[in-house]
């Protein structure tokens, strides 16, 4: 037996069921774009660690950051003793992310940690205390997120979930444009968002509205240009908290530090994590100044969260990040995919879409070309070819039809092609039905 095989029937004994286990694959190290696994094969990686791992696999600035300063200082809680790493982190992200003339950030242990502490946030500025999310969208799976996030598959048997939450229909241009041009589109949209407020959610208890730019998990679909700018003057009319989850958009995966860049909106809340620690455990909430202090001290924060030696990495990941120009690579490496999924579109008609911001950049397979007969089917045997071919790919959105590149953004362009080459090839095959 393989020591791959051994080590999953080592996990099976002692591992609960509930944790996901997508392949039977292993790894022992890893570099930018490739995994190694305990027998010693490489595997291409274009998932990863799910949009974590865009400076690449173990870089070594973060690894001597971590290094120096668990000799230090691992632990002392930031509530007990204020610390260099944490707080200069919190001035790097300002100025990388802000939020208009002044801005100020919490440190968290997680993307749902972020959003957990966001709601609160918006809650206490506002004193209102109902949120207003979209279907597709996913925010975590702590209790308050899992009542924001769309999948029911993730939710099964785990409720009552957190109260006042109440969702909409996300504006999926591709699934949903009726032939309208986009601009129509977004026009309609917001007439349902305001139509909402008298039927689904009182605007007057409106805390919040959270959306993603680019849908993660619901399957890369990005709100219209339009319909944001008009989300920010709604929130701005009403008195609501706007809040943008960068959690998976974050840190160049979209070729800038923050997808929010790309429309020119600002929220007055954001949050972040996946990428900011080049896999360390760690995220934020980044928000106007005046909108983040409404939390009474006590309300956010935690033991744990702004970890020392998690800060130390960030900061170092961030820096080295800068040094390599992280959103130049990320849009050389989305112009190989964008033309690559476009040429196999051309080839394959059971590619219905071809979608994304940057290199965060996905294709959707449907059944005669259209968008509401979603082809799972195909897309489950796609995955299961490619890791056949020691490469692994991630699916996504609400009927797992969709198939999502998240690659570290530094992987060598020999392996980007070599993976991109696989899946075209596994593709064809398999809607020939070969």
């Not at 696989?422 to 398999?430: A, T």
Request: hydrophobic share 40%.
């Amino acid at each position: 037996m393989k020591k791959s095989e051994l080590l999953i029937e080592r996990r099976k004994k002692v591992v609960a069921n509930g944790i996901s286990m997508f392949y039977n694959s292993t790894v022992e190290t890893a570099k930018d774009g490739v995994l190694y696994n305990v027998d010693g094969e490489e595997v291409i990686d274009f998932v990863g660690g799910i949009g974590v791992i865009n400076s690449g696999h173990c870089p070594q600035p973060v690894i001597d950051a971590i290094v120096e300063q668990s000799q230090k200082l691992i632990h002392s809680c930031f509530q007990i003793a204020t610390y260099e790493p944490y707080v200069a982190l919190a001035e790097k992200l300002t100025e990388l992310l802000p939020h208009g003339d002044n801005t100020k950030v919490m440190i968290t242990g997680s993307g749902a940690e972020s959003v957990e502490n966001a709601i609160k946030i918006a809650r206490q500025a506002t004193k209102r205390r109902s949120v207003l999310c979209f279907t597709g969208a996913f925010h975590g799976r702590t209790n308050m997120t899992m009542a924001l996030t769309s999948k029911i598959a993730y939710k099964k048997g785990c409720g009552p979930f957190a109260p006042e939450i109440y969702r909409i229909q996300y504006p999926n241009y591709y699934r949903y444009g009726d032939g309208l041009t986009p601009d129509q589109f977004a026009d309609r949209e917001i007439a349902r968002l305001r139509e909402a407020m008298l039927n689904v959610v009182n605007e007057e208890n409106l805390a919040a509205i959270i959306i993603e730019l680019v849908q993660g998990e619901g399957g890369f679909y990005v709100a219209p240009q339009r319909y944001v700018e008009e989300l920010r003057a709604l929130c701005d009319e009403k008195g609501i908290c706007l809040i943008f989850d960068e959690v998976q958009t974050g840190f160049g995966r979209t070729g800038k530090w923050g997808a929010y860049q790309h429309y020119g909106v600002t929220p007055d809340l954001s949050t972040w994590a996946k990428s900011m620690g080049a896999g360390m455990p760690i995220g934020c909430v980044i928000g106007k100044a005046h909108v983040m202090d409404m939390a009474a001290p006590g309300t956010i924060g935690g033991t744990y969260p702004g970890n020392p030696v998690a800060c130390a990495a960030a900061l170092a990941n961030i820096k080295y990040m800068e040094e390599i120009d992280i959103n130049a690579i990320s849009n050389q490496v989305a112009e190989v995919c964008w033309n690559r999924f476009n040429e196999m579109k051309r080839k394959c008609s059971a590619i219905g879409d071809v979608r994304g911001i940057g290199a965060m950049i996905a294709f959707e397979l449907v059944h005669d070309h259209n968008p509401r007969k979603p082809n799972a089917e195909l897309t489950e045997k796609l995955i299961r070819a490619c890791y056949e071919r020691n490469l692994i790919i991630l699916k996504a959105g609400t009927h797992s039809n969709i198939i999502r590149i998240l690659s570290p953004l530094t992987i060598s362009m020999e392996k980007l092609n070599k993976g991109l080459d696989i899946i075209e090839e596994e593709l064809l095959r398999l809607s020939a039905g070969r």
